[in-house]
């Protein structure tokens, strides 16, 4: 087995699938958005990737093949390699749209049901991720149920497959660094403080004046965004989409990678996505190397992943990594880790009182000076 190219490719899917489930968690984790169709943003920054980039290289090379074509699919092997910076501007221009594109789909999806209550979101999202994967699969021009093949990969000119996969990975990565210290700084910012009360009570917040329901759908929007980025990065890695890759056990799957982690702690997402995409990338290898089992490995793989849900709610529901609330003096003052008793409390504040009176009485005995 090649053990190198296994950990480049648990590595770059780690990387990729971390970016989606920080973004689930900025939702569910911090503001108590249920979100069940973060698998429809994901494919639409997957596909708004494949589509720019491929009609890009066609159009400024006076190509008008279909997108879906077998001529596009030649010509895009020729004509990356041929030109690298493009190749990179390209990747660095469709990722950063595809936040926007994705987030703007969140938004707009997101935004009239977030009055009516959470349960009615939920659906909501859960209804359109179904909807626009059933439109992709009878819509043409993006190849139907085939999708599309021969998205330029950013690193087409490196000849050797190896470097390329690895310089990929790096890219991954310090987009999740990019990401993880964004998310970081925002849900420990006054606005973070914002969303964390609307989840613990969301008309008390309301009583505060807060708007919740446009607080929410900016969550959304940057949330969708997130996950745009990482369909973005999925496109490029696979080189092909397709609509069925994108359904609702994905978005469940990402649920099992918060949960399992733990809720409100971006360390907790990366724990929950590195375990289960290592039993991804696991289960891929078995399952190449064991043909000949009676039981798909595939399915033992979500045997476990089932199991491991379970047994964190039952025995640890508040994730591997819990939620850690940020102190300062004075929360400390009014909520101390180790309660001292009121009698304790008074004795201490007395002797504080008599040294200090003690020091006026010298000083005056000094005569001010």
Request: aromatic residues 14%; hydrophobic residues 50%; contains cysteine.
């Amino acid at each position: 087995m090649d053990v190198v190219g296994f950990l480049v490719s648990w590595i770059t899917l780690f990387s990729i699938y971390s970016i989606l489930s920080i973004s689930l968690n900025l939702e569910a984790g911090y503001t108590g958005i249920s979100n069940f169709g973060k698998a429809a943003f994901y494919g639409i920054g997957a596909f708004f990737a494949a589509v720019i980039s491929l009609s890009a290289f066609l159009m400024l090379n006076g190509l008008s093949y279909p997108l879906y074509s077998l001529e596009t699919i030649i010509s895009m092997g020729t004509l990356s390699k041929q030109n690298p910076i493009l190749s990179i501007l390209i990747f660095l221009f469709t990722v950063v749209l595809a936040f926007f594109v994705s987030g703007i789909a969140g938004y707009m999806v997101s935004y009239p049901t977030l009055r009516v209550g959470p349960a009615f979101l939920g659906i909501t999202v859960l209804s359109f991720g179904e909807l626009l994967r059933i439109f992709l699969r009878n819509f043409q021009p993006t190849g139907g149920t085939y999708g599309l093949a021969g998205i330029p990969h950013p690193f087409a000119f490196i000849q050797d497959p190896a470097v390329k996969d690895f310089m990929f990975m790096l890219v991954t990565l310090v987009i999740l660094a990019i990401m993880y210290i964004f998310s970081e700084k925002f849900v420990n910012s006054p606005y973070g403080r914002i969303m964390k009360s609307i989840r613990e009570d969301e008309i008390a917040s309301l009583c505060l004046g807060k708007d919740v329901p446009k607080i929410k759908a900016q969550v959304l929007f940057i949330g969708s965004g997130m996950a745009g980025v990482a369909g973005a990065l999925l496109a490029y890695y696979m080189g092909s989409i397709n609509p069925d890759i994108f359904v609702p056990s994905l978005t469940f799957e990402v649920w099992a990678m918060v949960i399992l982690g733990g809720l409100a702690n971006n360390k907790g997402a990366l724990l929950g996505a590195g375990i289960i995409t290592f039993l991804n990338r696991a289960s891929v290898i078995l399952n190449f190397t064991f043909q000949n089992l009676p039981i798909d490995v595939n399915y033992i793989r979500w045997m476990i992943v089932g199991l491991l849900i379970v047994a964190s709610l039952l025995f640890k529901p508040e994730g591997l990594i819990p939620e850690d609330p940020k102190s300062s003096f004075i929360w400390n003052f009014v909520e101390e880790k180790e309660p001292i008793s009121l009698k304790k409390r008074m004795e201490e504040t007395s002797k504080k009182v008599k040294f200090y009176i003690k020091k006026v009485f010298d000083w005056f005995a000094m005569g001010g000076g």
